[in-house]
T-cell receptor, first 112, second 112 residues
């Protein structure tokens, strides 16, 4: 699976959009980009995933560049409860199941 | 719909003692995963089950760790004997065959 690179940490203001970047320059054609987050003392929580097209759900939007070498997770209106470690993971899907390889993630602190 | 259930949430034992963790996946999910998460790091896969079969146990330290998933539903992860370095959070996740993985809250193990 392709390796991802994320900033170690970032702060954002409550009520503003939070843009979390992820580089995955070695991604291959059949690999998806997944985002999970982990709030303190909880298990990882699925946020969103995509292959090529931009995706949006009730939690966030995922913007994938045309060459697929990077992506951005957007939390449109960050709240204090969005403070967490955010993981960008690239993995292939198939009969073997998704294999999630977590890196260090980005520690996001939402400030009032 | 109930999520992944794990018990206990916390466990403190002395080294060389045995310990077991239990996981009940989301109803209908045939794939079950056990992950280990050390402090400050992302989760690492220990073992993956498809129904009753362990299809990927390459990262499971088989000298002291064992797992089972009888009847393809609940699963138990055991450590015998526990060592100080086993102190960590043990996470269980489940998914449909190639679907999104949903995680439980984890069991925090402290070995004294």
């Amino acid at each position: 699976d392709a390796k991802t690179t994320q900033p170690t940490s970032m702060d954002c203001a409550e009520g503003r959009a939070a843009n979390l970047p992820c580089n995955h320059s070695t991604i291959s054609g059949n690999e998806y980009v997944y985002w999970y987050r982990q709030i303190h003392s909880q298990g990882p929580q699925y946020i969103i995933h995509g292959l090529k097209n931009n995706e949006t759900n009730e939690m966030a939007s995922l913007i994938i560049t045309e060459d697929r070498k990077s992506s951005t997770l957007i939390l449109p209106h960050a709240t204090l409860r969005d403070t967490a470690v955010y993981y960008c993971i690239v993995t292939s899907r198939g009969a073997a199941g998704n294999k999630l390889t977590f890196g260090g993630g980005t520690r996001v602190l939402v400030k009032p | 719909e109930a999520g992944v259930v794990q018990s206990p949430r916390y466990k403190i034992i002395e080294k060389k003692q045995p310990v077991a963790f239990w996981c009940n996946p989301i109803s209908g999910h045939n794939t079950l995963y056990w992950y280990l998460q050390n402090l400050g790091q992302g989760p690492e896969l220990l073992i993956r089950y498809e129904n009753e079969e362990a299809v990927d146990d390459s990262q499971l330290p088989k000298d002291r760790f064992s797992a089972e998933r009888l009847k393809g539903v609940d699963s138990t992860l055991k450590i015998q004997p526990a060592e100080l370095g086993d102190s960590a959070v043990y996470l269980c996740a489940s998914s449909l065959e190639t679907g999104v993985q949903f995680f439980g809250p984890g069991t925090r193990l402290t070995v004294l």
